[in-house]
C-alpha cells in the first residue's frame, strides 16, 4: 500500500528556513515523479515543486531560488528546503505522487504538514 | 495558464445531476485533471486526461473536453460528493502547473 507521510512544518519567523520530509513508503521514491502542493489556510491549491524520477527539479516562480526539492533514495523520502521564508508561504503543504500518466496527475497524497509563517 | 472554474459555489440536492465548468486560458488539448476535497482532507483524484476514471472512483464521476473548455459532471448526487473540486492543467508542465480555484458544492 502506497503511504506518504510529511514531518516538518512549524512556525518560523520571517526570513527563516525549515526543511518538510515525505516519507514514502509502498513504493519507490525515485521511480515515481514526486511533488509537492500547497494550500494556504482557506484558500486553493498550489503546485509548488517536482523531482523526476531521472532527477531534474521544477519549481513554481513564486518559490524558486528559495526552495529546493531533493530525494534520499537510502530512506526512501522526499525531502522541501525551504528557506527566506515569507508570510505568503503559510500553508498546509502535501507530499503527493503521480499515478504514472503525465507525472502530475497526483492519485496519492499524504495527510499534510502546516507550516505558518508569522513574527 | 489559468484555469477559470465556474461557478464558484453550488447549492444541488441528492439525486441532482451537476456540471462543473473549467476554462483554460488556451489550448491545453485533454491535459486536464478533477480532484475532490473533503473538509480537512487531502484532494483525492477523480479524472486525468480529462475524460479517464481514476481507479476505485464511482462510474457517477465523468469528464469530458478538450482545447480550452472542460466539464465535469456528477450523474447523480449522493451525500458523500458534497465538498469542492478543482480542476488542474499539466499542459504547461513541467515549469507551470496551475489549478482552478475551485467550487463548492454544497447541500441544497
Known amino acids: 500500500e502506497v503511504q506518504l507521510v510529511e514531518s516538518g512544518g512549524g512556525l518560523v519567523q520571517p526570513g527563516g528556513s525549515l526543511r518538510l520530509s515525505c516519507a514514502a513508503s509502498?513504493?519507490?521514491?525515485?521511480?515515481?515523479?514526486m511533488s509537492w502542493v500547497r494550500q494556504a489556510p482557506g484558500k486553493g491549491l498550489e503546485w509548488v515543486s517536482t523531482i523526476y524520477s531521472g532527477g531534474p527539479t521544477y519549481y513554481a516562480d513564486s518559490v524558486k531560488g528559495r526552495f529546493t526539492i531533493s530525494r534520499h533514495n537510502s530512506n526512501n523520502t522526499v525531502y522541501l528546503q525551504m528557506n527566506s521564508l515569507r508570510t505568503e508561504d503559510t500553508a498546509l503543504y502535501y507530499c503527493?505522487?503521480?499515478?504514472?500518466?503525465?507525472?502530475?496527475?497526483?492519485?496519492?497524497w499524504g495527510q499534510g504538514t502546516l507550516v505558518t509563517v508569522s513574527s | 495558464i489559468q484555469m477559470t472554474q465556474s461557478p464558484s459555489s453550488l447549492s444541488a440536492s441528492v439525486g441532482d445531476r451537476v456540471t462543473v465548468t473549467c476554462r483554460a486560458s488556451q489550448t491545453i488539448s485533454h491535459n486536464l485533471n478533477w480532484y475532490q476535497q473533503k473538509a480537512g482532507k487531502a484532494p483525492k483524484l477523480l479524472i486525468y486526461g480529462a475524460s479517464s476514471l481514476q481507479g476505485g472512483v464511482p462510474s457517477r464521476f465523468s469528464g469530458s473536453g478538450s482545447g480550452t473548455d472542460f466539464t465535469l459532471t456528477i450523474s447523480s448526487l449522493q451525500p458523500e460528493d458534497f465538498a469542492t473540486y478543482y480542476c488542474?492543467?499539466?499542459?504547461?508542465?513541467?515549469?507551470?502547473?496551475?489549478f482552478g480555484q475551485g467550487t463548492r458544492l454544497e447541500i441544497k
Open positions: 488542474q492543467q499539466t499542459y504547461g508542465s513541467p515549469r507551470d502547473i496551475t
Open positions: 503527493a505522487r503521480d499515478i504514472g500518466y503525465s507525472g502530475y496527475d497526483w492519485g496519492y
Open positions: 509502498g513504493f519507490t521514491v525515485s521511480t515515481n515523479y
